[in-house]
């Protein structure tokens, strides 16, 4: 069911005294890198980019409202969004995105394996609502706009004077796994504050 590896990831970081809660900032919406102030016009510039390799059009997303796009989590001691990525989010798309990030881009994931994880699941994750039309990005569009919105999270965040998204990836969809698998690795960012 939707939402159901979410719940579990939530569940075992509670567990662990881990709260996590809801994420609303006004700049991450559905106008992508439009909606992005001045200072942060490094990272609107390589989102634009990424964007128009997608085959996005400028025109659809300068037309989109200013409706907040829904994350997974925030931990708000740290301010940190976290991210659970499950199969549906490792396509050529998100690929094709990972390849264009500049190096110097601050990640709180590793680049590489996230790269490894979209080669080895594309083949089966391409297919996800293949045919589903999205705004800016047409009929069949909706895994190029799913890999700009992970884009724009990770970019903007860092860009607008926050920590680094954490993205955890759970390919098979089992959140308490996927929670035990990185929980070192989580609990380190949401004391420390740094990168991977």
Not at 11 to 16: F, K, P, Q, S, V
Not at 44 to 57: F, K, P, V
Not at 112 to 124: E, P, V
Not at 180 to 187: I, T
Request: charged share 25%; net charge neutral; with cysteine.
């Amino acid at each position: 069911m939707r939402g159901d590896c979410q719940r579990a990831f939530a569940e075992a970081a509670g567990e662990d005294g881990i709260e996590l809660g809801k994420q609303s900032f006004p700049w991450l919406c559905q106008q992508g890198h439009l909606a992005l102030p001045a200072g942060a016009a490094r990272a609107a510039a390589a989102l634009e980019r990424i964007y128009l390799t997608l085959n996005g059009d400028l025109d659809a997303l300068a037309l989109a409202r200013a409706k907040p796009l829904v994350g997974d989590f925030f931990h708000e001691p740290s301010g940190r969004l976290i991210e659970i990525d499950e199969s549906q989010h490792f396509t050529s798309a998100r690929l094709t995105t990972l390849e264009l990030y500049a190096d110097d881009v601050p990640l709180a994931f590793e680049l590489d394996r996230y790269k490894a994880l979209c080669r080895q699941w594309r083949a089966a994750s391409d297919g996800y609502y293949r045919t589903k039309a999205a705004r800016g990005f047409g009929v069949g569009g909706r895994q190029r706009q799913r890999a700009y919105y992970d884009a724009l999270r990770d970019l903007a965040m860092p860009a607008m004077g926050h920590p680094p998204l954490v993205r955890i990836d759970a390919p098979f969809r089992d959140g308490r796994a996927a929670y035990l698998a990185h929980r070192e690795r989580l609990r380190s960012l949401l004391t420390s504050g740094g990168e991977v």
